[in-house]
């Protein structure tokens, strides 16, 4: 029987937002929440990021940089914007692709580098319950 990975600590949670000013603004005027530093440009996933702390976890503003980018089809949809992904690390991204594809859920893509700088991979919803679940691996591998 494979190992199954341990669900981590829930890093983020993604919002697509069709402006991360129009949200930060939001969220400050709303919650007294505040950026953590500048909005950055992530050009290999098409998207630029701009995280929102909360005391247990931080919340993953996500703008698309262009028209090709999976949020602006997510957008298309979802114009206000919303609740995109959720993000737990994991100590050990290859064990949980192994045991997550030897139970059958589907791997979107390969690892790639994420917001945080290390690598990341995507899940894919169907195979959630509807949840585009996004694995990291934690920035110290979890201890
Ligand atoms: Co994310």
């Given amino acids: ?3 199954l990975p341990t669900l981590g600590r829930l890093n983020h949670a993604g919002v697509a937002t ?6 930060l603004e939001t969220y400050a ?4 929440a505040k950026a953590c530093g500048e909005p950055f440009d992530l050009p290999a ?3 630029k990021v701009c995280f929102v702390d909360a005391p247990n976890t931080q919340i993953e503003l996500i703008e698309p940089l262009d ?6 089809a997510f957008l298309a949809r979802n114009p206000a914007g919303g609740q995109h992904h959720l993000c737990f690390e994991v100590e050990d991204l290859e064990a949980a692709m192994g045991a997550l594809t ?3 859920a589907r791997i979107l893509g390969s690892p790639r580098i994420g917001a945080h700088g290390t690598r990341i991979v995507f899940v894919h919803p169907k195979d959630t319950g509807g ?3 996004e694995l990291m691996e934690a920035p110290d591998g979890g201890h």
């Fill in 1 to 3: 029987m494979t190992r």
């Fill in 18 to 23: 069709p402006s991360i000013a129009r949200s």
């Fill in 29 to 32: 005027r709303l919650f007294g």
């Fill in 45 to 47: 996933q098409g998207v």
């Fill in 67 to 72: 028209g090709t980018s999976p949020i602006a």
């Fill in 102 to 104: 030897a139970e059958g």
């Fill in 131 to 133: 949840v585009l679940v």
